[in-house]
């Protein structure tokens, strides 16, 4: 019976790598319905820098034309700039102390994202306000610009009242909060952790010449790039646009890796339950095959085609059975391997592993009938004359 032994180890395998599949699928379903706190659908993000040393009026002027001649454009529903969209790889943090909070020195009680956004950046990606106001042109240049705030910090440092009017203090210079913003995902780290602090500031009174800005159109983004380019291009005709892409791009390489780690798995998971099927399939075969004479015998003392189908059954199913304990087992243990790579799911959700074994019992079951069948429907005398 040794025959055998390949078909259990394969079933155990597959269940081992289809639980985890089912997982990891689970995982980025979950991922991909959460929500992000912004719209990325017809939202285009395109880059521009200027040259470090421009100074900081012609900075300013260079983005509030540009900003202007973008919303000017036909399709474009609103515009607004920041240092750095969601879902990119860009952190600058700060540490802030606040007025409603003790004070210690040298230990500063907050520590934040910080973005620099200018124009409609609220409207154009769809980001509430939840309480206070958004800035105004007036804050851009500011000598000390107030600050919004996301509703992560407020949730961390001051759960039980309202920030509008509080001052958040940088190197001793004190920063009014003006307003509360819907948390963002992807600003204060991955996709798939949980938003943390972030301070938004205005970006003309820190000049920033590195900018993306954030169009909304009413027409697919690619078709709003080009006449984006073109007016930047009108605006400073020396200067080179940097990349132009879509949200949905910047959130597709943000759940990349998820998606692959569920592909890989999925890809392996059936590779090893196609063996096992074949695997069974022959064992099945083999043992027809070899005991072709015992059949007629059976069959001349009263088996019918049922009791024959039925014993081959058994003889495949229980190292299949073998194989779907043991992997249940193995699964339990390797699967807590993948805790860190799951979002919203247990490593041992019961329903998960449940939906592997049927969807592993269907093909399984085929692979063992077949030839099972086959092997019922012989002939006694057929049966016996065979060498």
């Not at 081992?16 to 990325?40: D, R």
Request: overall charge neutral; glycine content about 8%.
């Amino acid at each position: 019976m040794v025959a055998q032994r390949p078909g259990g180890v394969q079933v155990g395998l597959s269940l081992v790598l289809l639980v985890g599949a089912s997982l990891l699928a689970e995982s980025l379903w979950n991922l991909m319905k959460q929500p992000l706190g912004f719209e990325p659908e017809h939202l285009l993000t395109v880059r521009v820098v200027l040259p470090w040393d421009t100074r900081p009026e012609a900075v300013r002027n260079f983005y509030n034309d540009v900003q202007q001649r973008i919303e000017n454009l036909p399709g474009v529903e609103a515009a607004g700039q920041i240092s750095s969209p969601p879902m990119t790889d860009f952190h600058v943090r700060g540490s802030f102390n606040a007025d409603w909070l003790p004070q210690v020195a040298n230990q500063p009680a907050i520590s934040a994202e910080i973005r620099n956004i200018a124009g409609n950046l609220l409207a154009a990606i769809g980001t509430p306000l939840l309480a206070g106001r958004a800035f105004a042109e007036a804050d851009q240049v500011s000598t000390v610009p107030p600050v919004l705030v996301n509703e992560a910090l407020v949730r961390e440092f001051l759960p039980t009242g309202n920030p509008i009017g509080h001052h958040l203090l940088l190197d001793g210079q004190a920063h009014e909060i003006v307003g509360v913003v819907a948390d963002v995902r992807g600003v204060s780290g991955a996709i798939a952790a949980e938003p943390g602090p972030a301070v938004y500031w205005p970006a003309n009174a820190n000049g920033g010449w590195h900018r993306y800005f954030l169009v909304r159109t009413k027409v697919p983004p690619e078709q709003a790039a080009k006449s984006i380019r073109e007016q930047i291009h009108q605006s400073d005709p020396w200067l080179a646009v940097g990349e132009i892409g879509t949200m949905d791009q910047l959130l597709g390489d943000a759940v990349a890796q998820p998606r692959l780690n569920a592909a890989v798995f999925t890809s392996f998971a059936g590779v090893a339950l196609l063996l096992a099927c074949i695997g069974i399939y022959g064992v099945v075969s083999y043992l027809a095959a070899q005991r072709t004479q015992e059949i007629g015998v059976r069959m001349a003392l009263g088996a019918t085609r049922g009791d024959i189908t039925r014993f081959f059954v058994r003889r495949a199913m229980v190292p299949a059975a073998i194989g779907l304990a043991t992997g249940t087992v193995v699964s339990l243990v390797a699967n807590r391997l993948l805790r860190s790579q799951l979002y919203g799911v247990q490593p041992d959700d019961l329903r998960l592993y449940l939906a592997s074994l049927l969807v592993l019992l269907a093909p399984l079951l085929a692979a063992t009938l077949m030839p099972a069948i086959r092997a019922g429907k012989r002939e006694p005398m057929e049966a016996l004359r065979t060498e």
